[in-house]
């Protein structure tokens, strides 16, 4: 019997059903021995939210079919769940690795136990005297860090940050781990972020790096290629920042950046192993250049589905398909058409370009309301006023209108209609705070 009053039976029981059928949301965790442990999350009394019903919640038989002998621990496949003596995993697959991730979940109620519960299943987490990210408190557990007590836009929602350390640490702890998405053909981050995803968070930031250790990229070469136009490319720009010691002089840091870091995606291409030794770790590659994809928000979340559906090609073909070196001596007019060179070619492991899919952007009367006070208001201003002062002239431009309302239209007026007796407020714009 566990902390939440589930026997081993009980949770058998659970295997292929509902959670929900029976009275309680089980939300991951894992069993050891004759006992369910305590990293079963239970919500019971009331209706749970379907965000938190796992897939499916089975603990196998504590017996090997292949051998017949007791296996040493249980294994749940709840989407979150993860052994806990499990610290042994790949940290990247074709050289690709998970260097920063940031989510955001919107869950108002138990945000803060629910990101607990998926981040450090049963580890401990210290909650610290401030906040950060527009949030007023945080907690943390080694390099991983929860922001909660949202304000503004982040009212209702809770911040959960792992840098590149943070991530690692994840791995060590068997939060990330070959156990759970085995049965999915998945690696495990690909399993760990699309549980993310059917959660419903959103993602602000997520960076995908690879790793060269054979000399494939060479920075002076990148640089010589960029700066004579041998690349295709949508970023408008590009720039080499190097850092040396005031003392000796010698090189401390190396790095070409592509794009604005402002931007939703950018990439950046760096001497890892002299950042390495900068923080005092000697054992490292003779050779290490890292590229790093950084996306964020909208474009953030394409590539993670990028990622999830075709695993580390298709990083590796979005950054093909934003940044490409071509051939000097190829003299294609049209610079797309024009070969790519080899160590870009070979770096990438021959991916072929992926182009992401952007999700159509939402339309709602509120969006359409901002638009008009941000962009439509100063001309019905001037035109009111040409007009006399009257309002007649612009009472004959919304009916003549009406007469040309597409189905978008239709579909937010039924949006709309649905909330019954909505009033939009303007946004401060001019005059602040006026609604209609």
């Known amino acids: 019997m566990n902390e939440n009053g589930l026997s081993i039976e009980q949770v058998k029981r659970l295997r292929e059903t509902e959670p929900q059928s029976v009275g309680y949301t089980v939300f991951g965790g894992w069993a050891r021995s004759e006992e369910v442990t305590a990293e079963f999350m239970v919500f019971s009394n009331g209706e749970p939210s379907k965000a938190l019903r796992p897939r499916s919640v089975r603990v196998l038989d504590n017996l090997n079919p292949k051998t017949g002998e007791v296996a040493q621990e249980w294994q749940g496949s709840g989407r979150f769940s993860a052994p806990p003596s499990s610290n042994t995993v790949a940290q990247n697959t074709n050289g690709l690795l998970i260097d920063y991730l940031a ?67 994840l791995e060590d702890e068997g939060v990330i781990t070959d156990a759970l998405y085995t049965e999915e053909g998945l690696h495990p981050w690909q399993g760990f972020l699309s549980s993310l995803v059917d959660f419903g968070v959103n993602f602000p930031r997520i960076d995908f790096a690879l790793d060269d250790t054979e000399g494939l990229l060479d920075l002076d070469v990148i640089d010589a290629s960029a700066n004579a136009g041998h690349l295709s490319t949508h970023f408008k720009e590009y720039r080499r920042v190097r850092s040396r010691s005031i003392l000796d002089g010698s090189l401390t840091g ?61 990083v590796a073909g979005v950054l093909r398909s934003i940044l490409d070196f071509k051939d000097p001596n190829d003299n294609d007019t049209n610079k797309c058409r024009r070969q790519t060179v080899d160590w870009w070619l070979i770096f990438l492991d021959h991916a072929s370009k992926y182009r992401l899919m952007m999700a159509p952007a939402s339309r709602t009367v509120e969006k359409v309301v901002a638009w008009l006070a941000r962009s439509v208001a100063p001309s019905l201003h001037m035109v009111a006023n040409a007009n006399g002062g009257g309002m007649g002239l612009v009472h004959a431009l919304i009916e003549h209108g009406g007469a040309r309302l597409r189905s978008y239209h239709l579909s937010m007026l039924a949006v709309a209609s649905a909330k019954g007796n909505v009033r939009y407020e303007i946004p401060c714009f001019a005059p602040c705070g006026a609604e209609i």
């Open 254 to 314: 190396d790095t070409l950046y592509f794009g604005s870091r402002h931007s939703n995606m950018w990439v950046r291409v760096y001497n890892k192993g002299l950042e390495q030794l900068q923080k005092g770790i000697a054992d490292t590659p003779d050779v290490w250049t890292r590229a790093e994809v950084e996306a964020k928000n909208s474009r953030a979340l394409a590539l993670v589905n990028a990622y999830i559906s075709e695993g580390a090609a298709a």
């Open 103 to 169: 989510v955001t979940f919107k869950n108002p109620d138990n945000g803060l136990q629910i990101a607990q519960t998926v981040f450090g299943p049963g580890l401990p987490w210290t909650e610290l005297d401030r906040g950060g990210y527009g949030y007023t408190g945080s907690c943390s557990r080694g390099s991983v860090k929860i922001y909660h007590g949202g304000r503004g836009d982040a009212s209702g929602t809770v911040l959960v940050v792992a840098s590149g350390d943070g991530c690692r640490q």
